[in-house]
């Protein structure tokens, strides 16, 4: 595939996930009841369909999942002048941010019922310097391993081109969820 074939798929997959995000319930908090009534991946996917209330740091930093399914997520952004640091390039700590929500998300799809789960260790590599004129990135993430208690996954930014931007992983502590 070309670079402008994929950025055309992603950005028919943007749309289509913005479409449903904007009919469902908007960013938020999902209630505790409704929650622990769904595994994690049931709820990635009401998230995704708007059925439950998406994050709210979403819209503010400029990304959304894509994509989700058993142990993978997908969140895809575009940074703008908001993002940069006084050098002219994107802010590490939106590379980070996007690679913790994809591996978090990933994660969360391993979650049985009454499950949770939170961030406890990461480790982010940048390979290469993001300008806004790069428009749209992927940050891709994966379970490696998910266990009783620990939970480790991976991601990588990339961009329509392919061009790595950087990758990371992570340990997540699992826990139950309070009544």
């Known amino acids: 595939m070309t670079t402008n074939s994929v950025l055309e798929?992603?950005?028919?997959?943007?749309?289509f996930a913005?479409?449903?995000l904007s009919e469902g319930k908007g960013p938020g908090v999902a209630t505790l009841d409704k929650l622990a009534s769904l595994?994690?991946?049931?709820?990635m996917h009401c998230m995704l369909s708007g059925e439950i209330p998406h994050a709210s740091m979403g819209p503010t930093v400029g990304f959304f999942m894509v994509q989700v399914s058993d142990g993978h997520a997908v969140v895809q952004g575009a940074p703008d002048q908001s993002h940069l640091n006084p050098m002219g390039t994107v802010h590490g700590g939106w590379f980070a941010t996007l690679l913790d929500t994809a591996m978090?998300?990933?994660?969360?799809?391993?979650?049985p019922l009454g499950r949770a789960?939170?961030?406890?260790?990461?480790?982010?590599?940048?390979?290469?310097a993001i300008t806004p004129q790069?428009?749209?990135?992927?940050?891709?993430?994966q379970v490696l391993h998910c266990g009783r208690q620990l939970a480790t996954s991976e991601a990588k930014l990339v961009g329509p081109d392919g061009t790595l931007y950087a990758h990371a992983t992570s340990t997540c502590l699992i826990f139950d969820l309070k009544k």
């Open 9 to 15: 798929q992603w950005l028919e997959e943007e749309k």
């Open 18 to 20: 913005l479409q449903k």
């Open 39 to 43: 595994t994690g991946l049931e709820q």
């Open 104 to 111: 978090g998300c990933a994660t969360h799809t391993k979650m």
């Open 117 to 128: 789960y939170t961030t406890t260790e990461m480790s982010v590599k940048l390979v290469k």
């Open 134 to 141: 790069v428009g749209r990135v992927r940050a891709i993430g």
